[in-house]
């Protein structure tokens, strides 16, 4: 059947424009890392952009390195895009990255010109797409002058086969030098992607005073952190739950009962409010001016519709806000 967008996809959905850019996102991205790609079914996959599109979500996340193999995810993207929302490109906005290992030998990971440049290219094939709206340096290269990982961002837009770029797991100091630097060269650097939750809140520290004077866009990956800010873990760790998997980001010797009561408290606050904890968890990220969306990951629609649900209570009282800092203060 011929895939039809909600006409009223764009009532609700709050847009935040990116820094000083005229590119705007939605408070709520889709990223495309975990289940999607040839691990999970075309069918789902395929339904959970549509789910996200029908409610005004037009920025998809990808990287060369997401799915599983490597690169699947954005051939699941590219099809989807073919099969479903050619007609819709120019109302959609599709980032990818490069920076961690893609393929074997020298050039395959890190920041050089070299990999950076070959790694769009590859991605452009499988998205199928001439060009992609924003593309990211993954990660800073230590071994690789950020003179040179910038100089080849320059060269992407110039090449125009992006329209804007970006950083991710860049620190401070490293996000101030890359945008003296590609500003110099006049290039649009517009967002930064780091980690941000309530239980992960490191780049409040320095990193979002960078960002602020420098004008630059906050899109937060892991939001969530990792599925424990949702109601999954309210009675403990599921069997079927990833921190009871083998997975790298999160495993059940990080979830203590100390975790598990902070969480039923953040709870309740949660549902004072009359929303899940999911949803709670987002608005509290967003409540900083610096944020321009979070990113969100799911396998079921269901997930990607409660998510998008937050936009009808982003604001918090004082009180709130402070009850939450005493429960990440308990046991610190």
């Known amino acids: 059947m011929t895939y039809i967008p909600d006409e009223k996809r764009y009532d609700k959905m709050k847009y935040n424009r990116v820094g000083k850019s005229g590119l705007k996102l939605p408070v709520v991205s889709l990223g495309l890392w975990h289940n999607f790609g040839h691990f999970d079914t075309f069918a789902n996959s395929r339904e959970l952009v ?35 929302l050619n007609s819709y490109r120019d109302e959609l906005i599709i980032s990818t990255k490069a920076g961690y290992g893609m393929w074997q030998g020298p050039y395959g990971d890190g920041g050089s010109r070299k990999y950076l440049i070959s790694s769009l290219n590859q991605s452009l094939k499988r998205l199928d797409l001439d060009y992609v709206d924003i593309f990211y340096h993954h990660r800073p290269d230590q071994e690789t002058p950020v003179e040179e990982s910038m100089l080849a961002l320059d060269t992407i837009v110039r090449q125009g086969k992006a329209l804007y770029v970006g950083i991710s ?3 401070p100091e490293e996000t101030e030098k890359a945008s003296k630097i590609l500003d110099e060269l006049g290039t649009p650097f517009i967002i930064h992607q780091p980690s941000y939750s309530i239980f992960n809140r490191t780049i409040e520290d320095k990193l979002l005073q960078v960002i602020k004077d420098n004008s630059i866009g906050t899109i937060v990956f892991s939001p969530l952190a990792q599925g424990l800010l949702t109601d999954k873990y309210l009675d403990g760790v599921p069997a079927d739950s990833r921190a009871a998997s083998s997975s790298q980001f999160l495993n059940d010797s990080d979830i203590t009962e100390e975790k598990l009561n902070k969480i039923r408290s953040l709870n309740e606050i949660a549902e004072t409010r009359g929303q899940s904890l999911a949803q709670m968890a987002l608005a509290w990220v967003l409540r900083r001016e ?43």
């Open 50 to 84: 549509q789910t996200a599109f029908d409610a005004g979500i037009t920025h998809f996340d990808l990287a060369n390195n997401y799915g599983v193999p490597p690169g699947s995810a954005e051939e699941t993207m590219g099809r989807i895009l073919k099969e479903d």
């Open 169 to 171: 797991n860049y620190g």
């Open 290 to 332: 610096e944020i321009t969306s979070v990113l969100v990951g799911a396998s079921k629609p269901a997930q990607i519709k409660e998510n998008v649900k937050i936009v009808d209570n982003l604001q918090f009282a004082s009180d709130e806000l402070n009850q939450i800092d005493k429960i990440l203060q308990q046991g610190a």
